[in-house]
């Protein structure tokens, strides 16, 4: 459902700027659901066979600063790309920075390559080195909120087709009237994300998941929502 938002907008990127906006934390929510929901089923398979996989995300939106993020966002390939990559580069434990910031480098352009080859995935290594470094030197990069916005900033370049997108997204986003209205499918997108905030901004004051979670829920209540949740995603299907 969110697709039916991101997609049309970053195929062309001739839009208003709320709908690039949009598309821009759509694509956001889009990636993350996608991608830890789809792990979530391959952990909770395994389980079902006797198998405890490892963790792969943890809240990666309530990162704090940018090694904050990489610790929670995909951990099975960061503590991976940490261990075989980064410790296996010489001068990691030298006093000077430079060695660091070089194995820095080197692993998270690894990283973007790792996405797909092209020079927006390299890009995207680069910038989380630049965040990755300046959280180093200054110490300073420590919000949730401003993290939340640079990861943002960086979902643009690996959603972008080609480096080229880059100045029709500014030119878009820049020019024209702000609004212009939104299609059915992105009001829905709009409501997602809405509830995508709100579950997120919950879990900053009460772990919401992990209560649900360590719960006896009644098999009969499981039932239920197991039932309402698969007529949701049925009717949701476009």
Partial sequence: NLGLAVDPVFAGLHASPSRILLATYGFAAQIYCDFSG?????????????????????????ARNPADFWRRWHISLSTWLRDYVYFSLPGHRSKSRVPTYLNLLSTMALCGLWHGVGWTYLLLGIYHVVLLVLHRASKRLDSVLLMQQL?????????????SDLAAYTASLVSGP?????????????????????????QTRIPVARTMLACRWNPWTCAALLMLLLVTAALSVP
Avoid: K
């Fill in 178 to 202: 702000f609004f212009t209205g939104f299609r059915e499918e992105e009001w829905l997108a709009l409501a997602i994300l809405g509830a995508v905030t709100l579950f997120h901004a919950l």
């Fill in 38 to 62: 789809y792990s979530d089923m391959a952990l909770g398979t395994a389980r079902l066979f006797g198998y405890r996989l490892p963790e792969n995300f943890n809240w990666p939106y309530l």
């Fill in 151 to 163: 990861v943002v900033f960086g979902w643009i370049l690996f959603r972008a087709n080609r480096i």
